[in-house]
Each structure stands twice: as structure tokens, then as C-alpha cells.
């Protein structure tokens, strides 16, 4: 018996159902929405009721869970999150962390190891951050976050990237929460990840290396499934330079070669973003909205050899093992899934 907290209390992990380990409620840029109001059209409460819309038609599509990869750097607010998901009957677990491919804010320029003020070398400066949201709540809410996650983009390990991805590490082993990534799968930026994580101690079984799918190279895929990282094939629909037929005939292979146990998909979609116009992200990437995995993935890779089992492996046990996976214990349900796996 694992509790995970979740928007508005906490569930078993055993409740989680079917998850979607990778999507986003609000993407925003609050300094920019606090200079400008109003900035790329963004409205707090159109957004609220459009978001409940579509996490409405997200539960109603039998989908039961999903993790809000939200941290601070794409403008994480819990209060508009809550709004959101009230009366939707969907589970919303919250992330902590930080968002960016480079730098981390100024802040933590002056302030942390090797910094001139704070600079303790187990950076308590950003790691206490991470924590409060963990064990006390975000923004004084009470919501706990229940994923600690960092970026590793095509600009590679910078300076700060590496402190970041330690601090997350460090986080991880104080609060016992589980790791989740952006990377850059084309950079094989994952690999990357990994090493630091493994230097800090992390046992990598507690990692969910994201955005996956984002390469045809299963070499890349496999070293890291074999050091025993979960995959995020959580960019599902979305087509930046990876065709998706490709995307879907990799993730066929992977569960040929026995890898379904360690696969879990999301599609990385927003409700509303002020990065981009909504008619811009809808005219260029039409397959990009939830409903795609349901819609378009499954029925195909059910047409490709996998099995009912794998699917159920992905949308349902494998979130459910991750999360309930504690440095402590280990999972109860880990022997019956990797037997599904072994016999699929
Ligand atoms: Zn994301």
C-alpha cells in the first residue's frame, strides 16, 4: 500500500487506473502574463472552464489518472490547477522540479555550492525547495507534489543542468518520491541522465526517462531500459521531426523484445499554453490532443503484434508499480506484472 497524494487528497496507487504519465493543464509565463495581462490571449477563467472540459472527455474516455508535468518553468499554479480539475472525477498528480534546457533563474546563480552566499555543498538551497513541495505542499496548499523531475534538452549538460539533475537526485533520496525527465531523445540526452542519477545514488528502476519516443534508435532505447529506467512514450501524436508510424513501429519492437513492463504513454498535450495559438497547434500537428493514444496508437499497435496485456502493462500496471515502488519496500504487484510481461 503505497498513497500517493493526489489534487484535492491522496489515493492508493492501487486506485490510480488508467494513467497518463505526461500531460499538462496550463503551460504559462507568468512574468510575461504579469507585465502584459492578457498575454497571447490568456484569460484565467476561460482557461479553468475550458480545461474542465477536456479533462472531462479525457475521464469520460476511460482514462482515470493523468501526472500534470507542470513544474516551476512552465508556470506551475496550484490554485488554477485545483479549479481545473474539480468536479472532473479525474486523479491529478502534481510535479516538482524546475523547466529549463540551460539556466536555472538568477536566484540561483549567487546562491548554492560553489555560489557566494548558501553554498552548503548538498545545495539545501534548491533541494529544501523540492522538498517542501514533497512533504508539506505547494504554494501552502497542502497539494503535494508526488514526482520530482528535470530537463536535459539539445543544449546538453550545462552548468546548471547538472546541478539541477543532482538537486533532483538529492531530492529524491530525502523524499522518496519518483524521478521524471524531459530529454532529448535525438541528443540520446537520457544517457546522460542517467550517469549523474546513478553518481548521486539513485537507483535507476526509480527513473522515468521522458520523451522517448522522439527517436527511431533502439540501441539508444534499450541501454536505457536496460539499466533499468521506465521509457516515456509520452509525446504520443505529437510529430516534430519523428514520423509517428515510426514512433509507433519502434514501440511495436520494443514490446516484441520484451520491454512493455518498462513503457508507459502520455501525449505531453496542454489544455490551453501561452507558448503557442491554439488554431496554430491544431492547423499544424492535427494529431496532437488527447484521445490520440485511444484513438489512433492502441488500435494500431494491436494491429502490429501487441498484445491486450502490453497495453494494459502501459496504460495501467506500469504507473501503478512506479509509483508505488518506496526505497523502503519495493513493489507489491512488480512479480505478477513482469510475469504478464515474460508470458506477453
Ligand atoms: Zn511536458
Known amino acids: 500500500m503505497t498513497r500517493i497524494p493526489i489534487v484535492g487528497g491522496e489515493i492508493d496507487a492501487s486506485q490510480m487506473g488508467r494513467t497518463l504519465m505526461h500531460e499538462h493543464i496550463f503551460v504559462r509565463t507568468p512574468e510575461l502574463q504579469e507585465a502584459w495581462p492578457g498575454f497571447m490571449g490568456f484569460d484565467a477563467d476561460v482557461a479553468v472552464a475550458d480545461a474542465q472540459e477536456k479533462l472531462k472527455k479525457l475521464k469520460a474516455q476511460g482514462i482515470d489518472t493523468i501526472v500534470d508535468m507542470t513544474a516551476p518553468g512552465l508556470g506551475r499554479n496550484i490554485g488554477l490547477i485545483s479549479r481545473a480539475v474539480e468536479g472532473t472525477g479525474l486523479q491529478v498528480i502534481v510535479v ?7 539556466d536555472l533563474p538568477f536566484p540561483m ?35 503535494k507534489a508526488g514526482v520530482v523531475k528535470c530537463c536535459t534538452d539539445m543544449p ?20 522518496d518520491v ?28 526509480r527513473v522515468l526517462i521522458g520523451h522517448s519516443n522522439e527517436t ?23 510529430k516534430i521531426d519523428e514520423p509517428l508510424e ?6 511495436a519492437e520494443l514490446c516484441k523484445r520484451g520491454y512493455a513492463s518498462q513503457i508507459v504513454l502520455s ?3 496542454h489544455c490551453t499554453s501561452d507558448w503557442f495559438p491554439e488554431e496554430g497547434v491544431l492547423a499544424a500537428l492535427p494529431e496532437w490532443e488527447y484521445g490520440f493514444i485511444q484513438g489512433s496508437l492502441i488500435p494500431g499497435l494491436l494491429e502490429n503484434g501487441v498484445t491486450e496485456e502490453q497495453i494494459e502493462l502501459m496504460m495501467h500496471k506500469n504507473p501503478v508499480r512506479f509509483f508505488e515502488t518506496r526505497s523502503g519496500g519495493g513493489s507489491s504487484s512488480s512479480s505478477e506484472t513482469a510475469t504478464a510481461a515474460a508470458g506477453a
Open 267 to 269: 501525449h505531453d498535450r
Open 109 to 143: 546563480k549567487y546562491n548554492g555550492p560553489g555560489k557566494l552566499f548558501n553554498n552548503d555543498p548538498s545545495d539545501s538551497f534548491l533541494v529544501d525547495l523540492f522538498v517542501r513541495d514533497i512533504e508539506e505542499g505547494i504554494e501552502g496548499t497542502g497539494i
Open 216 to 238: 527511431a534508435d533502439i540501441d539508444y532505447l534499450v541501454a536505457l531500459l536496460d539499466a533499468g529506467s521506465y521509457l516515456g512514450f509520452d509525446r504520443c501524436g505529437l
Open 96 to 102: 516538482t522540479g524546475y523547466y529549463t534546457y540551460t
Open 246 to 251: 515510426d514512433q509507433q513501429a519502434t514501440l
Open 156 to 175: 546538453g549538460v550545462t552548468e546548471d543542468i547538472e546541478r539541477l539533475i543532482r538537486a533532483v537526485g538529492k531530492t529524491h533520496l530525502k523524499a
Open 178 to 205: 519518483p524521478i521524471m525527465t524531459h530529454s532529448h531523445a535525438k541528443s540520446k540526452r537520457g544517457l546522460d541522465q542517467q550517469r549523474i542519477l546513478r553518481e548521486e545514488g539513485v537507483d535507476l528502476t
